[in-house]
Nanobody, 128 residues
Framework: EVQLVESGGGLVQAGGSLRLSCAAS????????VGWFRQAPGKEREGVSNISSSDGRTSYADFVKGRFTISSDNAKNTVYLQMNSLKPEDTAVYYCAACSGGSYGSDSECPEPYLEIWGQGTLVTVSS
C-alpha cells in the first residue's frame, strides 16, 4: 500500500523545537518532491516547505524562513522538518505530501498531471 506517515507532533512551549518525520511506504521518494503543509483551525491549508527530488533544492514559506529546515534521508525513505523557535501561530495540523512531478511549483502546488500522495497529518501545538 502506498502511504505517507507523519510523526513527531506534540505540545511544545513557545521558543521550543520539534522534528517532524514523513516516512513513505509502498514507494520511494527518489522521483518525488516532498512538501510540508499545515492547516490551522479555521484557516486554509498553506505550504510550509518543500524539497525537490532532482537537485535537493529547498523552498520555504516566508513565515518559517530561518526557523524551519527540511531535509531528506534517502536510506530511510524519510523526510524531516526541523522546527525551531516555535511560535503559538505555528499551531496547526502538519501534513506531508509527495508529488510525482519531482518538484513543487512556486505556489506549493503539485503541477498537473502529476500524482500527489498525502499523509494523515500530525498535530503541533505551541503554547505561549
Amino acid at each position: 500500500e502506498v502511504q505517507l506517515v507523519e510523526s513527531g507532533g506534540g505540545l511544545v512551549q513557545a521558543g521550543g523545537s520539534l522534528r517532524l518525520s514523513c516516512a513513505a511506504s509502498g514507494f520511494t521518494f527518489d522521483d518525488y518532491a516532498v512538501g510540508w503543509f499545515r492547516q490551522a483551525p479555521g484557516k486554509e491549508r498553506e505550504g510550509v516547505s518543500n524539497i525537490s527530488s532532482s537537485d535537493g533544492r529547498t523552498s520555504y514559506a516566508d513565515f518559517v524562513k530561518g526557523r524551519f529546515t527540511i531535509s531528506s534521508d534517502n536510506a530511510k525513505n524519510t523526510v524531516y522538518l526541523q522546527m525551531n523557535s516555535l511560535k503559538p501561530e505555528d499551531t496547526a495540523v502538519y501534513y506531508c505530501a509527495a508529488c510525482s512531478g519531482g518538484s513543487y511549483g512556486s505556489d506549493s502546488e503539485c503541477p498537473e498531471p502529476y500524482l500527489e500522495i498525502w499523509g494523515q497529518g500530525t498535530l503541533v501545538t505551541v503554547s505561549s
